[in-house]
C-alpha cells in the first residue's frame, strides 16, 4: 500500500496530526499495534495548559467537544503527611487554566473526530527502511507493509521510527511508578475519598511518595513513586498481585492508615512503569521524508508537559504541511526546528523527580505553591 501522509502510533500526538490534516483536506493514515482503542487504559487526568495543549485543540477546531470532557472541581491540589495532615490545601476556585480531562476520554475524542478508516488497528511495526527519495517502506508483524513520501513516527518511548534518525535511547530515571484503581470512591472506599478530596493529593517523602486523583464517578487513581534501581522491581512477582501489593505497601510502613489503603485496597492489579527519558536537548539531522512527535522525539519524566506537548507538536505540524503541501521538506524543517526549542524550554521550566522526591520534599513543593 502506498500513502501520502503514514502516522505510526495512535496516542494523543498521532491522532491530532491526522485530525489538523484532515481539517486541511490532506488524507492520513495511522497505524497502531493495540487491536483497538479500547485495548488497554490509557492513563489518568490530563491537565490541558492554555499555552501548547489547548492552542492545539483549537487547531483541530474541537474546542467545545474539549469542554464537554472537562472534570470540574480537578484542579484542586492537597499535600498531606505521612500521618494524613493536611500541610498544604489549594481548593479549585474555577481560575485556574489547567482544567483536567480524562486521558482515554481525550483520545476518544480525537478518534471520533477523523473519518472511519483512518486507524489501522492490529498493526505492529516490525521494521522501517528508507528506499530512496525521500519515501520510506513500513513493515507490520502482520506481514503487510506501506510505503509512504511522508513518515511520522508518534510511537512513544520505544519508537520504530526513530532509529532512522537518532542512535538516542531511553534512559532509567532512577524513578518507577505502580499504577492502581479504586472505583466508586466515595460509596466503596469513603475514607479514601475524603483523604485525595476533590482534585489530587500527594504524599511525598525522599524517594518514594504516594499521589492520588479522583477522576470520573469518585474513581481514585493512586500512583506509587518509588527511586528504586530496576533490579529492586525485579523480585517483586507481579503476576501475584496480592504478594506483589504487600510488598510495595511494606515500602510506606509508620505510614497513616488511610494513605496506605489506597495501594492495600486496590480493586486492580498494580501495574509497574519505570520512567525513562531521552536527552533534553535531543535532535537530529534533517532526514528527508521523516520525522517524530511527542514522546518519540522528547521523552521526559511525567511533570504534566508530556501531553500536551504532544498534541502540540501534533497540530504543529499539521500547520507546518498544509502551508507548505508540494514542500514537504520546508514543512519538516519549519516544525523541527520549533519543536527542538519549545522541547527544551518546557523541560527546562517543569518540575523534575529528583527536585519533587528529593532530600528537600516537600518543603520545596510547598514554597513552589505558595511563592514563599
Same mark, same amino acid.
Given at each position: 500500500?502506498?500513502?501520502?501522509?503514514?502516522?505510526?502510533?495512535?496516542?494523543?500526538? !498521532?491522532?491530532?496530526?491526522? #485530525?489538523?490534516?484532515?481539517?486541511?483536506?490532506?488524507?492520513s493514515?495511522?497505524?497502531?499495534?493495540?487491536?483497538?482503542?479500547?485495548?488497554?487504559?490509557?492513563?489518568g487526568?490530563?491537565?490541558?495548559?492554555?499555552?501548547?495543549g489547548?492552542?492545539?485543540?483549537?487547531t483541530? /477546531?474541537?474546542?467545545?467537544?474539549?469542554?464537554?470532557?472537562?472534570?470540574? /472541581?480537578?484542579?484542586?491540589?492537597?499535600?498531606l503527611?505521612? %500521618?494524613?495532615n493536611?500541610?498544604?490545601?489549594?481548593?479549585?476556585? /474555577?481560575?485556574?487554566?489547567?482544567?483536567?480531562?480524562?486521558?482515554?476520554e481525550?483520545?476518544?475524542?480525537?478518534?471520533?473526530?477523523?473519518?472511519? !478508516?483512518?486507524?489501522?488497528?492490529?498493526?505492529?511495526?516490525? !521494521?522501517?527502511?528508507?528506499?530512496?527519495?525521500?519515501?520510506?517502506?513500513?513493515?507490520?508483524?502482520n506481514?503487510?507493509?506501506?510505503?509512504?513520501?511522508?513518515?511520522?513516527?508518534?510511537?512513544?518511548?520505544?519508537?520504530?521510527?526513530?532509529p532512522?534518525?537518532?542512535?538516542?535511547?531511553?534512559?532509567?530515571?532512577?524513578?518507577?511508578?505502580?499504577?492502581?484503581?479504586?472505583? %466508586?470512591?466515595?460509596n466503596?472506599?469513603?475514607?479514601? =475519598?475524603?483523604?485525595?478530596?476533590?482534585?489530587?493529593?500527594?504524599?511525598?517523602?525522599? /524517594?518514594?511518595?504516594?499521589?492520588?486523583? #479522583?477522576?470520573?464517578?469518585?474513581?481514585?487513581?493512586?500512583? +506509587?513513586?518509588?527511586? #528504586?534501581?530496576?533490579?529492586?522491581?525485579?523480585?517483586?512477582?507481579?503476576?501475584?498481585?496480592?504478594?506483589?501489593?504487600?510488598?510495595?505497601?511494606?515500602?510506606?510502613?509508620?505510614?497513616?492508615?488511610?494513605?496506605?489503603?489506597?495501594?492495600?485496597?486496590?480493586?486492580?492489579?498494580?501495574?509497574?512503569?519505570?520512567?525513562?527519558?531521552?536527552?533534553?536537548?535531543?535532535?537530529? %539531522?534533517?532526514?528527508?521524508?521523516?520525522?517524530?512527535?511527542?514522546?518519540?522525539?522528547?521523552?521526559? =519524566?511525567?511533570? !504534566?508537559?508530556?501531553?500536551?506537548?504532544?498534541?502540540?507538536?501534533? =497540530?504543529?505540524?499539521?500547520?507546518?504541511?498544509?502551508?507548505?503541501?508540494h514542500?514537504?521538506?520546508t514543512?519538516?524543517?519549519?516544525?523541527?526546528?520549533?519543536?527542538f526549542?519549545?522541547? +527544551?524550554?518546557?523541560?527546562?521550566?517543569a518540575?523534575?523527580?529528583?527536585?519533587?522526591?528529593?532530600?528537600?520534599?516537600?518543603?520545596?513543593?510547598?514554597?513552589?505553591?505558595?511563592?514563599?
Amino acid at each position: 500500500m502506498t500513502t501520502p501522509v503514514t502516522i505510526i502510533g495512535a496516542g494523543l500526538g !498521532g491522532l491530532m496530526l491526522s #485530525r489538523v490534516l484532515h481539517v486541511h483536506g490532506i488524507p492520513s493514515t495511522v497505524y497502531e499495534a493495540e487491536s483497538s482503542s479500547s485495548a488497554r487504559t490509557q492513563g489518568g487526568l490530563l491537565d490541558i495548559r492554555d499555552y501548547n495543549g489547548r492552542p492545539a485543540l483549537e487547531t483541530a /477546531g474541537l474546542t467545545k467537544e474539549f469542554r464537554e470532557l472537562i472534570l470540574e /472541581g480537578r484542579q484542586a491540589m492537597r499535600l498531606l503527611d505521612r %500521618d494524613g495532615n493536611v500541610l498544604l490545601d489549594v481548593p479549585d476556585d /474555577g481560575t485556574g487554566g489547567n482544567p483536567e480531562v480524562q486521558r482515554g476520554e481525550l483520545r476518544q475524542m480525537l478518534l471520533d473526530s477523523l473519518p472511519a !478508516g483512518t486507524v489501522r488497528w492490529g498493526h505492529k511495526v516490525s !521494521g522501517v527502511r528508507a528506499v530512496g527519495q525521500g519515501r520510506h517502506e513500513v513493515a507490520f508483524a502482520n506481514g503487510t507493509t506501506a510505503t509512504t513520501s511522508l513518515l511520522a513516527g508518534a510511537d512513544g518511548a520505544w519508537s520504530r521510527v526513530r532509529p532512522l534518525l537518532s542512535g538516542a535511547a531511553p534512559e532509567y530515571t532512577g524513578f518507577s511508578f505502580i499504577e492502581i484503581h479504586l472505583f %466508586d470512591g466515595d460509596n466503596r472506599h469513603p475514607t479514601s =475519598a475524603k483523604t485525595v478530596g476533590g482534585g489530587a493529593m500527594m504524599v511525598l517523602e525522599p /524517594g518514594r511518595g504516594i499521589l492520588a486523583h #479522583r477522576e470520573r464517578g469518585g474513581n481514585l487513581h493512586t500512583w +506509587v513513586m518509588l527511586s #528504586r534501581p530496576q533490579d529492586w522491581f525485579a523480585d517483586i512477582d507481579f503476576t501475584d498481585p496480592t504478594a506483589a501489593t504487600a510488598q510495595i505497601v511494606r515500602e510506606f510502613d509508620g505510614w497513616a492508615p488511610e494513605l496506605t489503603a489506597l495501594v492495600t485496597d486496590g480493586e486492580t492489579a498494580p501495574v509497574l512503569r519505570h520512567i525513562y527519558t531521552l536527552p533534553i536537548e535531543h535532535r537530529w %539531522d534533517r532526514t528527508p521524508g521523516v520525522t517524530l512527535l511527542g514522546d518519540a522525539a522528547h521523552l521526559t =519524566a511525567p511533570n !504534566g508537559e508530556g501531553a500536551n506537548l504532544a498534541l502540540y507538536d501534533g =497540530a504543529e505540524l499539521g500547520k507546518a504541511i498544509a502551508a507548505h503541501p508540494h514542500d514537504i521538506e520546508t514543512a519538516l524543517a519549519e516544525y523541527e526546528r520549533a519543536m527542538f526549542a519549545r522541547s +527544551v524550554a518546557s523541560n527546562a521550566g517543569a518540575p523534575d523527580l529528583h527536585a519533587m522526591l528529593g532530600d528537600g520534599t516537600p518543603h520545596h513543593l510547598i514554597n513552589a505553591f505558595t511563592g514563599s
